[in-house]
């Protein structure tokens, strides 16, 4: 193969690439600009419900840990139940 060779699937992918990709400017360069960011600003009201969100979780896996250890424990009984019949 010569060295100036090229695939042309990679010379499909590569222009796919460019056509759909965008622009991606580097940090270094100099016309990079920081991006605004939108809606970013940390309210009390987005940290209560957050807290309220955890904690209904927290609250959630506590009564199904409880749940699947009763039901373990019922299993548990009636196996042994059975042994003794």
Do not use: W
């Not at 699947?68 to 019922?74: E, M, Q, Y």
Request: charged share 25%; proline share 2%; aromatic share 10%.
């Amino acid at each position: 193969m010569p060295d100036d060779y090229e695939d042309p699937s990679d010379l499909a992918a590569i222009q796919d690439a460019k056509s759909h990709m965008g622009d991606y400017k580097l940090k270094s360069a100099s016309d990079y600009v920081v991006a605004q960011r939108v809606n970013t600003k940390i309210t009390t009201e987005k940290v209560i419900m957050h807290k309220l969100y955890v904690s209904c979780l927290c609250t959630f896996f506590t009564i199904f840990t409880k749940d699947v250890n009763r039901s373990f424990s019922l299993q548990a009984v009636r196996g042994m139940r059975a042994t003794f019949r």
